[in-house]
């Protein structure tokens, strides 16, 4: 029994491994002249209906086609696909296609084995006869494939989602991350940390004074804060903050510019002096090159804080004797 030609060729694929050129199924398996220009076209419309994956049904690359300067085009299918893609043509060819490429690889199909497949339907002549690879177009069977060496199959896109949830791991990360990094208060935050502890002192000195003052107006009977039973109750039960080295050194600058009439700059100026002179550190070399020095700042970062103290403590407290 005599067996047909092959309607295409078989292609050994550096990566599909069989396969079939999707030029070849379209110029097959075309009922009009096959356009060069549709195929693209054409095989969209086809990877959609039947949801071809490219890197696992179907590679794509670029061909030289004979008498044409220009580049193609060209998807390049397994056996499999080649097959799918056969069977929904609308022209015969398209059945007589599938057809052979189910026996492939095991044996080539007679014409009774062809006619069989294709449930009995009579095959003309001229359709058993080989069909060339793009012959309605004119060009001879040969196509130079140049496969991609590492073909990229891109990602799905993302639904909105999928979008969604990523955008809110990012932050989730983000946050993880800010929330392990260590916390450096910065030289503004100490400053008003500072100022804070020195309001807080001097509004329970006021508060004292106005309780003492309503306590004088308020019979002895009577109890001037509920829950209270004597005078000065409420803020026994304050606790006594330990002030920071600073600010006990803000304190006594403070107290004897107010009490000396003088101002606070001069005071100042007095005990860095004394650090110089004492100590030998000159806080103002130290802060040549900076814009608005911290002089305390300065002190502090080079370990000469508790010695201003106790030249305050030493000079401002006998000065007001």
Request: glycine fraction near 4%; charged fraction near 25%.
């Amino acid at each position: 029994m005599s067996t047909i030609q092959a309607p295409v060729a078989v292609i050994q694929h550096p990566i599909l491994g069989p396969a079939v050129s999707g030029r070849a199924i379209y110029a097959a398996t075309s009922i009009s002249n096959a356009s060069r220009d549709i195929f693209s076209d054409w095989f969209r419309h086809k990877q959609s209906k039947l949801d071809l994956i490219e890197g696992k049904d179907f590679i794509t690359t670029s061909v030289n086609l004979a008498g044409s300067s220009r580049k193609y085009i060209e998807h390049t299918l397994t056996i499999d696909a080649a097959q799918r893609l056969a069977e929904i043509a609308p022209a015969k060819r398209g059945v007589e296609l599938a057809a052979y490429l189910k026996y492939y690889p095991t044996a080539e199909p007679t014409a009774t084995e062809l006619q069989e497949a294709i449930k009995g339907e009579s095959i003309a002549p001229e359709a058993v006869a080989p069909i060339l690879l793009f012959s309605n177009l004119g060009v001879p069977p040969t196509i130079e494939l140049q496969p991609d060496p590492s073909p990229v199959i891109e990602p799905e896109p993302l639904t909105p989602v999928q979008k969604l949830l990523a955008e809110v791991q990012k932050l989730a990360e983000d946050e993880a991350k800010r929330k392990n990094e260590p916390v450096v208060p910065s030289e503004e935050f100490k400053g008003m940390e500072a100022r804070l502890e020195q309001v807080e002192k001097q509004l329970t000195s006021i508060g004292k004074i106005f309780y003492n003052l309503a306590s004088l107006c308020q019979p002895e009977s009577q109890s001037l804060f509920p829950g209270f039973d004597r005078p000065g109750a409420y803020w026994q039960k304050l606790p006594d903050l330990d002030p920071t080295t600073r600010v006990k050194i803000t304190r006594l600058v403070d107290g004897y510019a107010a009490a000396k009439t003088v101002t606070h700059q001069e005071v100042w100026k007095h005990l860095y002096g004394h650090l110089s002179s004492r100590f030998s550190f000159d806080a103002w070399q130290y802060a040549q090159g900076k814009k608005n020095p911290n002089y305390l700042d300065i002190i502090e970062e080079n370990g000469q804080l508790e010695n201003l103290y106790n030249i305050a403590v030493e000079l401002l407290t006998l000065s007001q004797r």
